[in-house]
Structures are given as C-alpha cells and as structure tokens.
C-alpha cells in the first residue's frame, strides 16, 4: 500500500497536493465539493501566507487579490488607523482555493471531487465513492472532525459564533486597508477581497448574539450603529442570500504529537492549529502546515514528528493571538489599549508584526517551479494576462 490520500480541498489540501505531486508523490484528493464555493473565512492573506503561496507558484496578485497596507482599529467612535509592517492580500477563497486544485491537478494530482468522507479506520478511508486505502492520510477537513480521528479539542470560551458576509461596494469603499472593529462581545473584520467586493467577517459570543435577538438580520441592524462597520457597508449590497455561519469554534487548539496516535495520520489546517481570527494569521497557519507536512512526508518522517515541528513552530502565534482575544474581552484592558494606541498609533503596526509566524525559508527542501511555469488552467489564464 502507497501513495497519500488528502483529505479536504481547502488551503492546506489543496496546497500540500501540489507540494507532493510535484515531488512525484501518487496523490489522491477528495474534496466535498463538487464546483467552487465560498468558504467561511476573513480571507486575510498576511505576508507569511503570501510568501508561502510564492514559493509554490501561486502569485496571489494575478488572481486579482486586493493589495492591504493599513489597518483601523475602531471601538465605538473612536479610531486607530496605522500602516501595516508588511503588504497583505485580501481574496477570495472561492478563487484562491480553486486555484491551488487547479495547480494540483496540473501537477499530477488526482482529484476526487464531489465525494464525501465519512469515516477513517485505520489505513482506510470511507468515502461516498467507495473504500480507499493510503500509506499516509492527511486530514484538511478544516473545524469538521471526522468519525474514528477526532480531535482532542480544548473547550471554547463562552463559545462563539462566526459569520460571513461578502458585500457589493463603492470602490472608495474598498480602499487598501482592514478595518478591525471591536464591539461588546466581539470583533469583525472588514476589508477588499476583489475591486468592488468587501467581505465582513465577524465573530460574536453566543449571550452577545441572543441578546440581539438570535438572528442575523437584528444582529447586522445592532452592527450597523458601529461607526467602524457602517462606514464601509453603510450603501453596499449583499452578495449572498444568507451569511456563511460556525459555532464552536476550538480557538487556541494546537494538534500536540501523541505517541499513541497513528503515525500514517497528518493533521493539516484547523485540524493542526486554530488561531483567533484577531491577528488574520489563519491562512497563514493552513498554507503553512502543508508546507511543512509535505516537507516531512518527503523526509519520511512520522506523524508524530511533524506534529511536534508544527506545534513548536506556530504555538507562540497561537499563544500572543489568544492573548490579544482575550484583552479585547476585558473592558478595563481594551479601555486602556486603546489610550496607549491613540498616543502612539505605531504600536498598533508593532502589534500586527509581532503575532507574525516565524520565517520557514531557511528550511523548505521544496522549490517552487519558475514564475511563468503555466502548469494547469488556472496558471495558463494568469499567464496569458501578462
């Protein structure tokens, strides 16, 4: 028995098919999906992220991401506004995630689309298709754990609700810069993820939710007196019928290697960490756990291995992002964040830089192809746009 079978093709499936095909590796990815479609997600792509989509090709620019180089902080009517150490991205992850598949099959990935996993027992996998067997599993299954692999999932705090909206807005609107507004019993994200698209993504505690009434629609309408929030959605459209939604969200979770776990069972994305969403690291997280997994396949390394290489790499990320969740909880600690901020609003910048992953460079045995290599559709529509 051989070859790798992915499991979910998300950011970090999607991302590790390509690494592994290329390495001439006999990959098998099933993906629930059958067409593209829009994931929840605040679809910040930061530097670490950007770097890591480069170094397998992917320039994130071409598929029409939207350049961010300042954040506002908002509370109430006050604001914040600094520039970003660093360049970020915002985009789609209907486009994004469509790509990576693309440039997975170009590389000679199998993709198994539309097929559902439901259970791993042992080397077998039971999908919708049929049983299959695989040297090594990696599970991309993103917050959905699957029958015989569950994770061992640390309680959530007050337990929180996301929501995504992607809305229709003037382009002033959508300006190169992320809003991140706090709000009692919260935070949301706002920021460009295509010329004239805003995409809101907002996370809420279950009392603050119930307390507007338990609906999306009052919720927005409390939302919409946030100062921060209005300003950019104020005359924008909605662009989906309902928002995307997810509960229990396992915030602070890092996969730790256990000795009695399977060795042939590599935990990618969500599966392998789970950042607040504050600092806009977890993209940055699921390209980064492909990247490193794929690395120790490759090395023919164990489960175990690139658990505990994966865990020390992203769990002082992790720690500082939960850290900043939690001040923003604390009134007191918010009130007196935000003087400190307003007298000098760089410390905002520092803050952004310092819940950052470190550099991988230094250790990635695996190189990307030439910039203009135009290996599957998605790279050949890039291309013939220069």
């Known amino acids: 028995m051989s070859g790798v079978a ?37 679809e910040f792509l930061s530097i670490e992220a950007r770097d890591d989509l480069a170094r397998i090709g992917l320039d994130t ?22 520039k970003l150490p660093f360049v970020a991205h915002g985009i789609s992850r209907r486009v994004l995630d469509e790509a990576l598949l693309e440039l997975a099959a170009g590389a000679g990935a199998t993709l198994e ?64 810069s992320i809003d991140l507004v706090l709000f009692d019993g919260g935070y949301a994200g706002l920021q460009p993820v295509a010329a004239d698209v805003v995409n809101l993504c907002l996370i809420v505690r279950r009392d603050r939710l119930a307390a507007s009434g338990g609906r999306w629609d009052t919720l927005l309408a409390d939302l919409m007196r946030e100062p921060g929030i209005a300003r950019r959605l104020a005359d924008a459209e909605p662009l989906f019928a309902q928002p995307l939604t997810i509960a229990n969200l396992p915030y602070g979770y890092v996969c730790k290697p256990d000795p009695a776990a399977p060795g042939h069972l590599y935990r990618l994305g969500d599966q392998a960490a789970m950042t607040a969403s504050l600092t806009g690291d977890g993209m940055a997280l699921a390209v980064r756990s492909a990247h490193v997994a794929a690395a120790s396949l490759l090395a023919g390394k164990s489960a175990q291995a690139y658990h505990a290489q994966f865990a020390r790499m992203v769990s002082g990320q992790v720690r500082r992002a939960m850290w900043l969740q939690r001040a923003t909880e604390l009134p007191i600690a918010l009130q007196a964040g935000f003087r400190v901020l307003a007298l000098w609003p760089k410390l905002l910048a520092g803050l952004a830089g310092a819940t950052r992953l470190p550099d991988y460079s230094s250790s990635l045995p695996i190189c990307a192809p030439p910039a203009k290599s135009c290996n599957s559709a998605v790279a050949a529509r890039i291309c013939s746009r220069e």
């Open 6 to 42: 992915i499991l979910g093709g998300g950011l970090a499936g999607g991302a590790a098919a390509v690494l592994l095909a290329r390495a001439g590796m006999a990959v098998r990815l099933f993906e629930r999906d059958a067409e593209p479609r829009d994931k929840m997600c605040g």
């Open 61 to 82: 620019a071409r598929l029409g991401a939207v350049a961010i180089d300042r954040m506002r902080l908002s509370a109430g009517p006050r604001d914040i506004e600094a």
């Open 113 to 176: 689309r539309g097929v559902r996993v439901g259970a791993i027992d042992g080397q077998t996998i039971a999908t919708s298709a049929g049983p299959c067997r695989a040297g090594r599993i990696l599970l991309a299954t993103g917050k959905h754990d699957l029958r015989g692999a569950k994770r061992a999932e640390p309680a959530t705090r007050d337990g929180y609700v996301g929501f995504k909206m992607h809305w229709r807005a003037a382009r002033a609107a959508t300006a190169g």
